[in-house]
């Protein structure tokens, strides 16, 4: 008697919500098994192209981080990284698609190179004027697509995308003109045609610790992460970004106009890229010289790294890294024979792999409700006969 | 068993659905009989739509079964439950504006397309039906009440025995309302269907059903014949409490006008020698394209006064809405607050000034879903829950809970994001927004459109009390009913410009009727 009062009772308990953790923890498997699976599926590319993927792997692994100063050359590309995501962060909570990031990226570090070439004065002090004015450069670039949005309704997207290529001819021209940047120096080390070398009192500081060196530009960007974090969600500032983003009509009507707001949000967009070309340059990239292909990319992965982080700051730190690490990883390929490309390829997987994990819980979801209501149907013919 | 059951095409049986902490349905049983409507009566997030999207496979229950003519069975999609013979008729359209009726009939098939045949069909249904829609009219040329007879075209094209409807009068005429329950008749005494009519509607329930299940907060209340039913006890057993009758006659969408309300009408207040609170002078403005959207409206509202503007729909409230919201730059034309003039256009200045406005259509500029129920309801107040710059955590969930408390707001937790609301619920966020910031002047646009009658009287109420403490309403409907339930004058909008005002004591129907058609002569305005 008591056990049939009691059993109904279990049945109803059943379906419950399954703990926070457990749900976590699935996460946590799904994530992993995705990764590994593009894992598995570059090794196989790279087994196919006639290569030991076991060697491939144990490259990347060293060349990211296990090799000697290795990791510390991660933690140096994954500042500029960093930097251009949070300025994408920035940009999308506020409802714009900056994607310029490449060209204002260069306009920064332009900014440095003339503050460190041209300009006379004791070294931190010309420094940090130098950080302040490639942020200055990289937001007004990014201003320009703004004046351009909300004087003449051009959209930022393609405003942004096409100011990146004016950006390397403007870059072109700097370092091949005697007046402006061009290193005239007789004594150079290379024929090639860059800006002068920064000199040495403006170089960003070094941190050292294990047989590693990063400039402590990657200090500079982690605490900005934690600042962008803080100001989306518990300020005033980033309150009305986040409003303008969700509904501009809302926006317009509690006192945010979209120009004077989105036109400082995308300035902060641009300003971040700025910061990372100056970072870049001032910590060393390309020899302390600007050149024409200073940017190396940075500008798009970055954008990638914020796409992958969903738009959320924190987590762009750790994506940061990551992708930091292909890049540095990728540098001790060439030993073991493959093609650089390679690399490339892997990179991309991931980024695919990142992105299933939700894809798959929605399905696994659904399943589940099904099978409860299979379940129950079948419980209940049993019942029946 | 299945056979003693065999009078019942569908039941239903513990049906139960869960979104995040809101439970939608509680253990609901529904029983459709061949050859009846049978009406699901119940307000805004009572858990009727959650129920009828189970039963179309849009949704799928946590726990319950389905029993269809007698075998249990489950469905997952809507093409599974089209297999069974149900179909459903949404209470938003899914028609493609571009395409032609027949196009949108045959959207959603599989196989080869056969535009001969599809027509043919289109044809077949709609005469066999009385529905008089032309196959080859492009659905944006459609008024409401056609786009649902296309609506209904699709879904009887699978002859469904099992038809359910979502509030399928929530944007049509009374008319029109009223040949949608003719053709629903027709179709269940000729051909036998079962049809499931999901209304808040008390007036239509009560004329079109044979059999009513009343839901609240997810469970079934009450099950009544409707010959043994009156609109005040079904009133009461949806809301769960008496309900004033002025408030039922406001929810009334056919605006049978209560005398009663009209005779105790408070004395017409004079506001001679006392200036206006919102004054509006020659307001003109045209769209980009050219059309006139205000054409020198003007009018004033008194402080404690609800002035009534009414009007067929698409005659300048939405501008006139809009331009108070700052969302709009008049051409020419004043509005000036208290006796200052308020530039338009300008980003918050109708804020500043202290109009408040509750838009037409809550997502267009009302509220932010993806946000929280928090910030949805600080946002108009950033100044006075932020210290420096830095919101304060505490201030605004110490705020937020005595709006949500002090509005009656059901939401299970400040930080819910809006959108897990119901309807009702996040108009009275809406609500509590224009409010909270003290404003001198509340514009309020449709403001009880779509709700249920517990919703509709709880914002009269507070219109009127916002007057009653000396606010100047503004209060814009299609809805005579309302109209001569809360203004104390009222307007007549035609065409951008304001045509014709009387006082609550001169309300007359016939002439309120010529002026909204835009007949001043025969109203004899001057």
Request: charged fraction near 20%.
């Amino acid at each position: 008697m008591t056990d049939l009062a009691t059993e109904p009772a279990e049945i109803e308990a059943a379906p419950a919500e399954p703990s926070r953790w457990r749900t976590g923890l699935e996460w946590a498997v799904l994530y992993v098994l995705s990764i590994a699976g593009a894992l598995v599926i570059s090794a196989g590319l790279v087994a196919v192209t006639g290569n030991s993927w076991q060697k491939v792997f144990g490259a990347l692994l060293d060349g990211a981080f296990l090799a000697e100063g290795r990791w510390g050359n991660t933690l140096t590309v994954a500042a500029p990284l960093l930097l251009v995501a949070l300025g994408m962060v920035v940009g999308v909570k506020a409802g714009l698609f900056n994607i310029g990031q490449e060209g204002q990226l260069l306009m920064g570090a332009m900014a440095m190179a003339f503050v460190g070439t041209k300009l006379a004065g004791p070294g931190p002090v010309l420094l940090v004027l130098g950080l302040v004015m490639g942020v200055v450069a990289g937001g007004a670039y990014a201003g320009i697509a703004g004046v351009m949005k909300y004087r003449r309704n051009v959209p930022e997207v393609i405003s942004t995308l096409l100011l990146v290529f004016i950006a390397y001819q403007i870059v072109g021209y700097a370092i091949t003109t005697d007046w402006f940047l061009r290193d005239t120096d007789p004594d150079r080390p290379s024929r090639a045609v860059t800006s002068a070398i920064m000199p040495e009192g403006i170089r960003l500081p070094v941190i050292r610790m294990f047989g590693n060196e990063f400039p402590i530009g990657f200090v500079i960007a982690v605490i900005l992460a934690f600042v962008v974090a803080f100001v989306l969600v518990r300020t005033v500032w980033g309150f009305r970004f986040r409003l303008l983003g969700s509904n501009p009509k809302v926006a317009q009507k509690m006192g945010i106009a979209a120009n004077r707001t989105g036109g400082m949000a995308l300035f902060i967009s641009g300003g971040f890229a700025g910061l990372a070309g100056a970072i870049m340059l001032a910590g060393g990239s390309s020899g302390f010289r600007l050149t024409t292909g200073f940017a190396t990319n940075i500008g798009w992965q970055g954008l990638l790294v914020a796409l992958v982080a969903g738009s959320n700051a924190l987590a762009s730190i750790v994506v940061a890294i990551l992708f930091a690490a292909l890049r540095t990883g990728s540098g001790f390929l060439a030993s073991t024979g493959v093609d650089r490309k390679i690399v490339d390829v892997v990179q991309a997987l991931l980024v695919l792999a990142l992105l299933i994990p939700p894809a798959v819980m929605f399905v696994r979801r659904r399943r589940k409700a099904l099978a409860m209501a299979d379940e129950e149907i079948d419980l209940a013919n049993e019942e029946e006969r | 068993m299945a056979e003693a059951n065999s009078e019942f095409v569908l039941e239903l049986h513990g049906m139960t659905k869960r979104y995040g902490e809101v439970l939608a349905c509680d253990n609901v049983d529904l029983k459709l009989r061949r050859g009846e409507i049978h009406g699901i009566l119940g307000e805004n997030g009572a858990g009727k739509s959650t129920l009828m999207r189970m039963v179309i496979g849009l949704a799928l229950p946590d726990a319950g079964t389905m029993v269809l003519d007698g075998k249990r069975c489950r469905i997952v999609d809507p093409t599974q439950a089209a297999e069974h013979g149900i179909g459903m008729v949404h209470q938003h359209y899914s028609l493609v504006d571009a395409l032609t009726v027949w196009e949108n009939v045959e959207l959603g098939e599989h196989g080869k397309l056969d535009p001969g045949a599809t027509r043919e069909r289109v044809v077949e249904i709609t005469e066999r039906y009385g529905l008089d829609v032309d196959p080859d009219a492009t659905v944006r040329d459609l008024t409401a009440g056609m786009r649902q007879r296309v609506e209904i075209v699709k879904c009887l094209r699978h002859e469904p025995r099992i038809i359910i409807l979502d509030e399928p009068t929530a944007v049509l005429t009374p008319s029109e309302s009223q040949y949608l329950f003719e053709v629903l008749v027709q179709g269940v005494r000729r051909e036998g269907w079962a049809v499931a009519l999901v209304s808040h509607k008390l007036d239509e329930v009560l004329q079109a059903t044979d059999r009513i299940t009343i839901m609240r907060d997810g469970h079934v209340v009450e099950r009544v014949l409707t010959d043994d039913a009156d609109a005040a006890s079904l009133a009461r057993a949806m809301v769960g409490r008496p309900v004033t009758l002025r408030a039922a006659a406001a929810a009334a969408a056919i605006g049978a006008i209560s005398e009663e309300a009209i005779a105790t009408s408070s004395a017409e207040d004079s506001h001679e020698g006392e200036p206006p609170v919102l004054e509006i002078t020659g307001a003109s403005v045209k769209a980009a394209d050219g059309a006139v959207l205000l054409d020198g409206l003007s009018l004033d509202v008194y402080a404690g006064e609800i002035v009534g503007v009414a009007g067929v729909e698409g005659n300048g409230q939405a501008p006139l809405t809009r331009t108070l919201s700052s969302l709009i730059t008049l051409d020419s034309g004043t509005i000036a607050v208290n006796g200052a003039e308020v530039r338009s256009g300008r980003a918050g200045a109708m804020l500043r000034a202290g109009i408040a406005v509750i838009p037409a259509d809550r997502h267009d500029s009302g509220c932010v879903p993806q946000m929280t129920v928090a910030e949805n309801l600080v946002m108009s107040t950033l100044g006075e829950v932020s210290v420096r710059g830095v919101l304060q955590g505490d201030e605004i969930s110490e705020r937020a809970q005595g709006l949500i408390d002090e509005f009656e707001i059901h939401a299970p937790s400040p930080d819910t994001p809006l959108a897990q609301l119901s309807g009702g619920n996040q108009q009275r966020v809406v609500l509590a927004n224009a409010l909270s910031c003290g404003p001198k002047v509340l514009v309020a646009t449709q403001p009880t459109r779509g709700l249920d009658v517990g919703a509709i009287e709880y914002i009269s109420g507070r219109l009127r009390e916002a007057a009653d403490e000396g606010i100047a309403v503004l209060l814009m409907s299609t809805d005579l009913g309302e109209i001569a339930a809360l203004a104390d004058r009222i307007l007549v909008i035609y065409r951008g410009a304001i045509i014709g005002e009387m006082a609550r004591s001169e309300f007359d129907v016939e002439r309120i009727g010529l002026l909204i058609g835009g007949s001043t002569a025969e109203a004899g305005v001057t």
